[in-house]
């Protein structure tokens, strides 16, 4: 267990629909971080939250949205969904914005859009 | 744009095989070089290279940096079943969030 939770593991939706990812960090990271990894395209930074505020985008979609809770979870929503949108969205957190260590991931939540 | 490019994309071997991952990248103030191991499903560190130079883990994993040339290597020798995964690695600049490359999936058969 690397102390970062994502739920949930698996979600299975249609086109058009809206879906919300959520993600706790380990205990005392403040920094949470999304990806979306798809087969073609990699890992692929989506939207970095610090201590509650946003701190950097990716290449994330218009129609993804994300924000993080005064408790420090941190929800990623995805409308409108496309075939498209099917992947794998990791979160990852880290104590601090410049932490060349890396982060901890979690398990991943696995998007399949029907 | 930064940019970090992992070759090969993917690579079956036989179990005793020495394989060699490689990436390059572009990136403005450089600190380090992240390689992390994706086996079923998150990502988990393996190596951090600061200098160019050889950085060991785990007797079999060797990586080398080379900050003049904008490369890195990883390198597993006697490859084993368990070693199959996708490598991924990932420069780190000041506090930009980390950009990776497509990574190597690597399978070893027995």
């Known amino acids: 267990d690397s102390g970062v939770t994502q739920t949930p593991k698996h979600l299975i939706t249609a086109t058009g629909q809206r879906v919300t990812l959520r993600c706790s960090p380990r205990?005392?990271?403040?920094?949470v971080y999304w990806y979306q990894q798809s087969l073609d395209q990699g890992l692929q930074f989506l939207i970095q939250?610090?201590?509650?505020?946003?701190?950097a985008k990716g290449n994330i979609l218009e129609r993804f949205s994300a924000q993080q809770f005064p408790d420090l979870h941190s929800e990623l929503n995805l409308s409108s969904l496309e075939l498209g949108d099917s992947a794998l969205y990791f979160c990852?957190?880290?104590?601090?914005?410049?932490?060349?260590?890396?982060?901890?991931f979690g398990s991943g939540t696995r998007l399949t859009v029907v | 744009e930064d940019k970090v490019v992992q070759s090969p994309l993917s690579l079956v071997v036989h179990e005793g095989d020495t394989v060699t991952l490689n990436c390059s990248y572009e990136?403005?103030?450089?600190?380090?070089l992240l390689w992390y191991k994706q086996e079923k499903k998150a990502p988990t560190f393996l190596f951090m290279l600061?200098?160019?130079?050889i950085e060991k883990k785990s007797g079999r994993l060797s990586s080398i940096l080379d900050k003049k040339e904008l490369f890195s290597i990883l390198n597993i020798t006697a490859t084993q079943t368990g070693d199959s995964a996708i490598y991924l690695c990932?420069?780190?600049?000041?506090?930009?969030?980390?950009?990776f490359g497509k990574g190597t999936r690597l399978s070893v058969i027995a």
């Open positions: 990852a957190s880290s104590a601090q914005t410049d932490l060349p260590q890396g982060y901890t």
């Open positions: 205990s005392g990271d403040l920094s």
């Open positions: 939250y610090y201590n509650g505020e946003e701190r």
């Open positions: 990136v403005t103030n450089f600190r380090s």
């Open positions: 600061t200098s160019s130079g």
């Open positions: 990932a420069p780190t600049s000041g506090n930009t969030p980390l950009v």
